[in-house]
């Protein structure tokens, strides 16, 4: 299937790169925190992989090459990201009796839809 998806036949690169799309998913959420950036990066590296088929040489597995390109994908968007505060840098100590002021950025972690966990979870 490689070898036609190498050919340019799209269906047989479709169906190489879909089975994997589900622990691609979880590996790019795992390493973002977004289940939303995570599915865009699955896209970006599916993307990444079909521009750059003509590289794979074969030396390891279809599944490890996307997991590197997934990887370096979602390394530049964390790399392209502001550092984020941490609570002790924006001020001293709080007295406990004082509300703490409003949180200005996100929450770290977007939860991961409980309905796509299932089919990871049985390959």
Known sequence: MVDAARAGDEPAFAALVERHRGELRVHCYRMLGSFDEAEDLVQETF???????GGFEGRSTFRAWLYRI????????????????????LSGPSDPSVSLPPRTDIAWMQPFPD???EPVASS
């Open 70 to 89: 997934a990887t370096n994908a979602c390394l530049d968007v964390l790399d392209g990201r502001a550092h984020r505060v941490l609570p002790q840098y």
């Open 47 to 53: 993307l990444r992989a079909w521009k750059s088929l």
């Open 115 to 117: 309905r796509l966990w």
